[in-house]
């Protein structure tokens, strides 16, 4: 037999190719820390159970986090929404605004894209080939420190800047992020179907149209391509901000909606060079009798 | 029993030096947040991986429901957070998580960056730390696109625009991204399968090399 048995083995392999253990090497020796003077301790279950108490503090801020703020969901994507502030997830905003500075644009952009990030991070990887000293206390080794502290500042800096744009923006466009929008709506929505006794999450009632075939309006309506915007149903776009035609009249008064159709409205042009002032109104008394059907 | 179960496998397998060999090693005192409350610095490492081990869990649960195309991407998102028995609570963990993870990966970086741990002869561990970080950032980015919501879309063209502007190979990365000429329903699919199959397989081989490489050569001393 070309490996022999051993008898104090419980098990018997037959054939056995097992690679044999060499005497002189041992399994995986930890390092010897008696060098260092003081208490170490077994990893498990010592250590470990003492980093777990570390552990559960992070995992109960966690947990509260997670239950406190609902993760944001916004409106479904719609490509043709030309109006929507693109934002990246908070820890690439500096890279984001990185590239909004002058010689890291346009004509430079590839300085922005792929010379300094690249530069940058190419020299985190490399770190250790790069400061090869011995020493490892960073207030002895400055040049090291010093380039990764200006690093922080930059990036705490951009983003602080990037966010504050976006910010601005917010209040320029008179918008607010579509996942409070969306809170908002549902919010409101569950609230009137209590109130009408209707059970919780179920859909708002569609509310027909009044006089759908009226001629005039729909002439009115059809010159002054209202469908481009309000949509062929008429029904608007959430989403965007657009208001339906559909229960319009309980919103707004006809005098509101004579000023809105001939002096705009946010978004909305101004329609007195379109529309004759008679023609405005004979839309507004339509549009103010679309309300919703009586409970 | 237990003893039983466990001796008939050690028989045949010879698994306790493996066992002895995790559960034994010595954990000095300066890394001991029992000793030096300062020393809990040290833990942003485990904590990173403990937060990753959060995001796989409930990246698992997330799955059962999430149907990757542009169609139904934003109905299951919307139907798990609202309608599913604690599918708020699943998602809310994926999407902090993800965030908390940038964060301990971050003070995790910075810990060994100042006490110098990255030094001869840990330099492989450092750089197979770093490549666990651009996975991390790669997660981050494609998760972002999958609830199909606006911030999502308009997030993920500007990315790709930026990609693109890559010279000599920005439109072949462009393409590889988009799977297309537009954002649309192959970029989704593809995102969907970077996120859940390509860089957390890569994820978990680096992380598998992170923890051989300091088991092997032990955490650095004190300073």
């Given at each position: 037999?070309?490996?022999?048995?051993?008898?104090n083995?419980?098990?018997?392999?037959?054939?056995?190719?097992?690679?044999?253990?060499?005497?002189?090497?041992?399994?995986?020796?930890?390092?010897?820390?008696?060098?260092?003077?003081?208490?170490?301790?077994?990893?498990?279950?010592?250590?470990?159970?003492?980093?777990?108490?570390?552990?559960?503090v992070?995992?109960?801020?966690?947990?509260?986090?997670?239950?406190?703020?609902?993760?944001?969901?916004?409106?479904?994507?719609?490509?043709?929404?030309?109006?929507?502030?693109?934002?990246?997830?908070?820890?690439?905003?500096?890279?984001?605004?990185?590239?909004?500075?002058?010689?890291?644009?346009?004509d430079?952009?590839?300085?922005?894209?792929?010379?300094?990030?690249?530069?940058?991070?190419?020299?985190?990887?490399?770190?250790?080939?790069?400061?090869?000293?011995?020493?490892?206390?960073?207030?002895?080794?400055?040049?090291?420190s010093?380039l990764?502290?200006?690093?922080?500042?930059s990036?705490?800096?951009?983003?602080?800047?990037?966010?504050?744009?976006?910010?601005?923006?917010?209040?320029?466009?008179?918008?607010?992020?579509?996942?409070?929008?969306?809170?908002?709506?549902?919010?409101e929505?569950?609230?009137?179907?209590?109130?009408a006794?209707?059970p919780?999450?179920s859909?708002?009632?569609?509310?027909?149209?009044?006089?759908?075939?009226?001629?005039?309006?729909t002439?009115?309506?059809?010159?002054?391509?209202?469908v481009?915007?309000?949509?062929?149903?008429?029904?608007?776009?959430?989403?965007a901000?657009?208001?339906?035609?559909?229960?319009?009249g309980?919103?707004?008064?006809?005098?509101?909606?004579?000023d809105i159709?001939?002096?705009?409205?946010?978004n909305?042009?101004?329609?007195?060079?379109?529309?004759?002032?008679?023609?405005?109104?004979?839309?507004?008394?339509?549009?103010?009798?679309?309300?919703?059907?009586?409970? | 029993?237990?003893?039983?179960?466990?001796?008939?496998?050690?028989?045949r397998?010879?698994?306790t030096?493996?066992?002895?060999?995790v559960?034994?090693?010595?954990?000095?005192?300066?890394?001991?947040p029992?000793?030096?409350?300062?020393?809990?610095?040290?833990c942003?490492?485990?904590?990173?991986?403990?937060?990753?081990?959060?995001?796989?869990?409930?990246?698992?649960?997330?799955?059962?429901?999430?149907?990757?195309?542009?169609?139904?991407?934003?109905?299951?998102?919307?139907?798990?957070?609202?309608?599913?028995?604690?599918?708020?609570?699943?998602?809310?963990?994926?999407?902090?998580?993800?965030?908390l993870v940038?964060?301990?990966?971050?003070?995790?970086?910075?810990?060994?960056?100042?006490?110098?741990?990255?030094?001869?002869?840990?330099?492989?561990?450092?750089?197979?730390?770093?490549?666990?970080?651009?996975?991390?950032?790669?997660?981050?980015?494609?998760?972002?696109?999958?609830?199909?919501?606006?911030?999502?879309?308009?997030a993920?063209?500007?990315?790709?625009?930026?990609?693109?502007?890559?010279?000599?190979?920005?439109?072949?990365?462009?393409?590889?991204?988009?799977?297309?000429?537009?954002?649309?329903?192959?970029?989704?699919?593809?995102?969907?399968?970077?996120?859940?199959f390509?860089?957390?397989?890569?994820?978990?081989?680096?992380?598998?090399?992170?923890?051989?490489?300091?088991r092997?050569?032990?955490?650095?001393?004190?300073?």
């Open positions: 037999m070309a490996h022999g048995h051993k008898s083995e419980k098990v018997v392999f037959v054939g056995d190719s097992r690679v044999r253990k060499k005497a002189s090497t041992g399994p995986v020796t930890p390092p010897d820390y008696s060098a260092y003077p003081g208490k170490s301790e077994a990893f498990i279950p010592n250590f470990l159970l003492k980093e777990w108490m570390v552990g559960v992070v995992l109960v801020g966690f947990l509260v986090l997670t239950i406190s703020e609902a993760a944001p969901l916004g409106y479904p994507a719609d490509p043709t929404n030309a109006s929507f502030i693109p934002m990246p997830d908070w820890y690439f905003l500096f890279l984001y605004q990185f590239l909004k500075l002058q010689y890291v644009s346009k430079y952009v590839v300085l922005g894209t792929v010379g300094i990030p690249g530069v940058a991070f190419g020299a985190l990887l490399l770190a250790p080939f790069l400061d090869t000293g011995k020493e490892r206390r960073f207030y002895r080794r400055p040049i090291t010093i990764m502290f200006m690093s922080l500042i990036v705490f800096y951009l983003t602080k800047q990037s966010w504050d744009h976006y910010e601005h923006e917010l209040k320029i466009t008179n918008s607010v992020p579509e996942h409070i929008t969306r809170e908002e709506k549902a919010r929505a569950a609230e009137e179907a209590a109130k006794g209707l919780a999450g859909p708002p009632p569609e509310i027909p149209l009044v006089e759908a075939k009226d001629p005039t309006a002439a009115i309506i059809e010159k002054a391509k209202c481009q915007c309000h949509g062929t149903d008429l029904k608007g776009n959430d989403a901000g657009i208001p339906s035609f559909h229960g319009i309980d919103k707004f008064s006809k005098e509101e909606l004579v159709v001939t002096n705009g409205k946010d909305m042009p101004s329609f007195k060079d379109t529309l004759s002032a008679e023609e405005i109104d004979q839309l507004t008394t339509w549009l103010s009798k679309q309300k919703a059907p009586a409970k | 029993m237990f003893k039983g179960v466990y001796n008939w496998i050690d028989e397998l010879d698994i030096p493996m066992w002895r060999d559960a034994d090693h010595e954990v000095p005192e300066h890394v001991n029992a000793h030096h409350f300062s020393a809990f610095v040290y942003f490492g485990g904590l990173t991986f403990f937060i990753t081990v959060i995001q796989i869990l409930s990246g698992m649960f997330l799955t059962m429901y999430f149907v990757p195309d542009i169609i139904n991407a934003y109905k299951s998102v919307d139907f798990l957070q609202h309608k599913v028995a604690f599918g708020g609570i699943v998602r809310g963990m994926h999407h902090w998580g993800a965030s940038i964060v301990m990966m971050f003070l995790h970086t910075l810990r060994v960056f100042f006490t110098g741990s990255y030094k001869a002869p840990r330099e492989m561990n450092w750089v197979v730390g770093m490549l666990i970080f651009f996975i991390m950032l790669g997660l981050g980015f494609t998760g972002y696109l999958l609830p199909w919501d606006n911030k999502a879309y308009f993920t063209k500007v990315g790709i625009q930026i990609a693109e502007s890559v010279p000599y190979i920005g439109t072949y990365i462009k393409e590889l991204m988009q799977g297309g000429e537009i954002v649309g329903a192959e970029t989704l699919t593809r995102f969907f399968a970077i996120h859940v390509f860089l957390p397989g890569a994820l978990l081989a680096l992380l598998a090399a992170h923890f051989f490489m300091i092997k050569q032990g955490i650095s001393g004190p300073l």
